[in-house]
């Protein structure tokens, strides 16, 4: 008599069927490289995230050629000011960090997606993303910087921004700005789900953008919130967010499922530096198996329902994926 039970097995037995009815894929298309561009010469490791590096102009021209030969097809760029000021003035200064890098990144490869972090935090003293009065973070008159500091890098070149500044209404200064000046063809990556996460660590370390005081919890969001996720992902669709991004990752799944649920837009998920640093750290211990790990987090990422996986791991993947084929 036949055992009444299913035969789940027989799906796993062979590793080309296993990979044929696999759900989930991770292509090295999917990846968008966040990077760190400086005046300084030369390229200088950031401690906390290895193998991240902050780079010259220079060294960001070979970056490219590395993603470019890698098959990665988009970049992220973060600029490290010379100076800061009360009006964050490099973040929309036409020879400003980025507005250089995007320009030499389009002089080594045409065919590059580059897409910019919109924010002031880098640019000014107190390390907040928006315009400081006391100790407010002003929201209104916030946004007149932030949208020309989207346009400058748009007029540079840069392919797509992306605000990360959590002030209410970026999204619709953005769009208008930019609509204003002939760019109605130009993505705008909303930053639209984004925690006040203690995964920023080292990030903040990269980019020299830790708050002078206080902390980002009148901007960013409550941990806690799905709801509220919803809520700013609906406000940003509305005023005209073409792609949306769920910040961090990988204790926001559900948050990621939740948003996918309820928008079609394209969504990314930001595998941040906490999370890099957390593996990186962890595999030189030989602790786990930083490949595999790897691989596995990137590819629940994709479960969870992103489309575009905006990784420091991105190099590494690209080189693992290459290696299994």
């Excluded at 996720?229 to 910040?247: F, N, P, T």
Aim: proline fraction near 5%.
């Amino acid at each position: 008599m036949a055992p009444s039970f299913d035969r789940h097995r027989r799906l796993r037995g062979h590793a080309g069927l296993r990979d044929m009815v696999r759900e989930s894929h991770v292509r090295v298309t999917d990846f968008i490289y966040p990077l760190f561009v400086t005046h300084e010469q030369g390229r200088h490791p950031v401690l906390s995230m290895p193998g991240v590096d902050h780079l010259s102009l220079d060294e960001l021209r070979r970056e490219t050629h590395t993603l470019s030969e890698l098959g990665i097809p988009a970049m992220m760029i973060f600029g490290i000011p010379a100076v800061k000021d009360e009006r964050s003035s490099e973040a929309y200064a036409k020879e400003g960090i980025v507005q250089q890098a995007v320009r030499v990144v389009k002089a080594e490869n045409p065919h590059m997606l580059v897409s910019t972090d919109v924010c002031l935090c880098q640019y000014n003293p107190a390390g907040h993303c928006g315009i400081v009065r006391g100790d407010q973070i002003v929201n209104d008159e916030s946004l007149e910087l932030i949208a020309a500091t989207a346009l400058s890098h748009v007029q540079a070149g840069a392919d797509m921004v992306a605000p990360s500044d959590m002030m209410d209404g970026r999204i619709a200064a953005i769009r208008s700005v930019l609509d204003g000046a002939g760019y109605v063809q130009t993505p705008i990556l909303s930053y639209a789900v984004k925690y006040a996460s203690a995964f920023y660590g080292p990030f903040r370390e990269a980019a020299h953008s830790a708050p002078a005081f206080g902390d980002r919890r009148t901007y960013q969001m409550d941990p806690a919130n799905v709801r509220e996720a919803l809520r700013e992902a609906r406000s940003d669709v509305s005023e005209g967010a073409d792609l949306l991004m769920v910040k961090p990752a990988l204790a926001y799944m559900d948050v990621i499922r939740a948003i996918r649920e309820e928008f079609d837009l394209p969504l990314a998920a930001y595998n941040v530096s906490g999370e890099y640093a957390m593996v990186k750290a962890a595999a030189e211990r030989g602790w786990i198996d930083e490949r595999a790990i790897v691989m596995e987090l990137l590819t629940g990422l994709k479960r969870a329902g992103a489309d575009v996986l905006i990784t420091y791991f991105a190099k590494d993947a690209a080189r693992y994926l290459r290696e299994s084929v």
